[in-house]
């Protein structure tokens, strides 16, 4: 069965420190990984994306995120967070062959200054 | 520009009343989807179709009901039958079943039932 877990519900840093948010999959094919972001009250946007080759991707505000197929996860990772990065950040992985995607339950990041 | 929109942002309903959400991509995106959000649980899918007048269910579909008659479009209707429809509801749409794409995510609705 397809599934994602992020073992960390609620992660706060301090401004300027690094960040690394953990995802693990569980997937019976290739996987295709995503992270997205969501603020309060908004609709998520796409982070970054894992489909093949290199297993460290590049992703929009500066986050990145390696792919390692032995332990099964797509960790998210950013060098020096900012104060706007604060908000819900979600893993993915899919589509299955019925087009389905599965999320975790979301890691909540607070930034203080 | 491109985009999946939802409508309205915000919606009240009394019990036992049927209510509809609404959600249009003009993305050319041949799959979409619903999903219901509830603090610490992540997204719940209720229903999604990959095509035009079909639809599967999802995790968490009793209560709910949709159709799809245009590929641009896709409502949600929360019956009185949903024990708890109180959340905030998620629409997003994909490239068809063929190539393998991220999905788009409209701003969202938030239901309370009162």
């Known amino acids: 069965a397809q599934s994602v877990t992020q073992p960390d519900i609620h992660i706060t840093v301090s401004e300027g420190a690094s960040l690394e948010l953990r995802c693990n999959y569980s997937?019976?094919?290739?996987?295709?990984l995503f992270w997205y972001v969501q603020s309060p009250g908004q609709g998520l946007q796409l982070l970054l994306k894992?489909?093949?080759?290199?297993?460290l991707v590049q992703g929009i505000k500066g986050f990145e995120a390696e792919f390692k197929r032995s332990q099964s996860s797509f960790n998210l990772r950013k060098p020096s967070v900012h104060w706007s990065d604060a908000a819900e950040y979600f893993c993915a992985v899919g589509p299955n062959t019925g087009n389905q995607f599965y999320f975790g339950t979301g890691t909540s990041l607070t930034v203080i200054p | 520009d491109g985009g999946i929109t939802q409508s309205p942002k915000y919606l009240f309903r009394k019990e036992g009343q049927n209510v509809t959400l609404s959600c249009e991509q003009n993305?050319?995106?041949?799959?979409m989807y619903w999903y219901r959000q509830d603090p610490g649980q992540g997204l719940r899918l209720i229903y999604y179709s990959q095509i035009v007048n079909d639809f599967q269910k999802g995790d968490i579909a009793e209560g709910y009901s949709v159709s799809r008659e245009k590929k641009e479009s896709f409502p949600l209707t929360v019956t009185s039958a949903q024990k708890n429809p109180t959340a905030f509801y998620l629409c997003a749409s994909s490239t068809s079943r063929h190539t393998i794409n991220e999905q788009f995510f409209g701003p969202g609705t938030r239901l309370t039932v009162l």
């Open positions: 993305l050319n995106h041949d799959a």
């Open positions: 894992y489909f093949s080759g290199d297993t």
């Open positions: 997937y019976g094919a290739t996987p295709y």
